[in-house]
């Protein structure tokens, strides 16, 4: 995939993924709220709600859970505080771009902690549009490689509108325009595909190849505390690193 960050790759690979799951649950619960106050509280109706209800059914969040999540999008709920989406950009070691989406009820907070993250780290944050410039939002579907041939579902996906679909090792990663994920994503599900998830992605136009270690070590930290933060979604970068200097770094 030209110009795909290796970040998702890399968390894989060193196990930055293996987080408890009242964190994952707390994620997912902003991501609710968020898509019910932007789209509405009715799944049907809401293909963003729609689609987050199903990967936290499929991380086992208790329907009680979702339920709070929808009402306090849709402010039905006693807890009066809405959760905002931001996104934040900036730059690590090496000049590695950042892109990080939070979703918070406190801004203030939220914008300090990520300073500090990055400042800790040593990088820097940006002003709004020096970095989101390098990047194009897509829409992402992944569809685990044992489930279809690639040849079928390379002819589902391009009937249903999508640009573009790569094999990785264990799945294949299919790319859509931001606006049409969803659409795509219910064609493939009527064709009776299924679908391990799907999201919205930054891809970076260009990538930077980072070959020191201690720089490349520092990325990766700057990378995994981002995520580690409570208020943090998703960290998007265009980083290039080699599988062989990966494979030194420590854990």
């Known amino acids: ?6 970040w998702s790759k890399v968390k894989r690979l060193k196990g930055a993924l293996d987080v408890k799951r009242a964190a994952i649950f707390s994620k997912l619960a902003k991501e609710i709220s968020v898509a019910a106050r932007v789209g509405g509280g009715d799944p ?20 009680d859970n979702i ?43 939220t914008a300090a902690e990520i300073r500090r993250i990055f400042t800790k780290n040593d990088g820097n944050l940006a002003s709004s549009g020096s970095v989101s ?17 690639e040849d079928q579902l390379f002819a589902l996906a391009l009937e249903a509108g999508a640009e573009e679909l790569t094999t ?27 679908i391990g998830g799907q999201k919205f992605t930054f891809i970076p136009d260009t990538t930077v190849h980072v070959a020191d270690e ?24 265009n980083l290039d690193i080699s599988e062989d200097l990966l494979a030194k770094l420590p854990a």
């Open 1 to 6: 995939m030209a110009g795909h960050s290796k």
């Open 44 to 63: 049907a109706a809401n293909p963003r709600l729609r689609s987050v209800i199903e990967t936290a059914r499929e991380q086992s969040m208790p329907n």
């Open 67 to 109: 339920e709070r999540a929808i009402k306090r999008g849709t402010g039905e709920s006693v807890d009066q505080q809405q959760i905002e989406e931001i996104v934040y950009e900036g730059y690590g070691p090496g000049g590695v771009a950042l892109i990080v989406e939070a979703a918070t009820d406190n801004k203030n907070r």
């Open 133 to 149: 410039y390098m990047f194009h939002k897509k829409g992402m579907i992944s569809v685990r490689r044992d489930s279809i041939d």
């Open 168 to 194: 990785e090792e264990e799945e294949y990663v299919i790319l859509t325009s931001h606006d049409q994920l969803y659409a795509v994503a219910e064609a493939l599900k009527k064709a009776s595909v299924t």
């Open 214 to 237: 201690t720089a490349a070590l520092q990325v990766l930290r700057l990378c995994e505390s981002l995520e580690d933060d409570d208020d943090v979604q998703n960290v998007y970068s």
